[in-house]
């Protein structure tokens, strides 16, 4: 039972244009979630959060839209570069003080220049 | 500063051997988190340690799954007897305080069984 899924295992996009990885969950008790960003034969690493009491968060390039009616989560980068070619993961967990992530499968990204 | 550091970044065994993972968190992190993941089920938490003790091992997949932290500088990882099936890529990750604070990777160790 997946209760985080990225439907799409992957995802090209031309240099300059906008990329959106989308994250579905069937948790209703989720209530953060994170983006981790993984290269080839490194550790996943951190890239952006948001709070089930925000719908967007941004960071640079980087925005993170949430719906919570829908239990949909999305990843724009905007403008996409070749150095964001990567497998992108989507994470959830509960709130206080959980520590426990659950992740999805991953939506492996390129960026063709 | 050196990050969550692990080894062996390969391993191939032969079915029934033991392996052996080692992991040495980021210097200050309390906590201390073992995931696998493979095509099928993605990345899963094995086990998390906090302070160097178990708190939770309930995605230790079998009996034949073993994690020890003896020290806040160390854990391993150990597969006796090892299964084709435990191939995977094994990751180490820690964080100053769990639930609070993000989780730091490692590279992670390719385990191929054979």
């Known amino acids: 039972d997946q209760q985080v899924k990225q439907n799409s295992p992957s995802l090209s996009v031309q240099e300059g244009r906008i990329s959106i990885l989308n994250c579905d969950y069937t948790n209703s008790m989720f209530d953060y979630f994170l983006w981790y960003k993984k290269y080839p034969a490194e550790g996943p690493t951190f890239l952006i959060s948001?709070?089930?009491?925000?719908d967007k968060n941004e960071d640079g390039r980087f925005t993170v839209f949430l719906n919570k009616s829908a239990k949909h989560l999305s990843l724009h980068i905007v403008p996409s570069q070749p150095g964001d070619s990567a497998v992108y993961f989507c994470?959830?967990?509960?709130?206080?003080?959980?520590?426990?992530?659950?992740f999805g499968k991953g939506t492996l990204l390129t960026v063709n220049p | 500063d050196a990050g969550v550091i692990q080894s062996p970044r390969h391993e191939v065994t032969e079915m029934g051997q033991e392996v052996t993972l080692r992991c040495k968190p980021i210097?200050?992190?309390?906590?201390l988190f073992w995931y696998r993941q493979t095509m099928m089920r993605g990345l899963e938490l094995l086990i998390y340690f906090n302070n160097n003790v178990p708190i939770d091992d309930s995605g230790m997949p079998e009996d034949r799954f073993s994690a020890k932290m003896p020290n806040a500088s160390f854990s391993t990882l150990k597969i006796q007897p090892s299964e084709p099936r435990d191939s995977a890529v094994y990751f180490c990750?820690?964080?100053?305080?769990?639930?609070?604070?993000?989780?730091?990777f490692g590279p992670g160790t390719r385990l191929t069984v054979l």
């Open positions: 210097s200050g992190h309390n906590s």
């Open positions: 948001i709070s089930s009491i925000k």
């Open positions: 990750a820690s964080s100053l305080l769990a639930g609070v604070n993000e989780q730091f």
């Open positions: 994470a959830a967990k509960r709130g206080g003080s959980n520590y426990k992530l659950t």
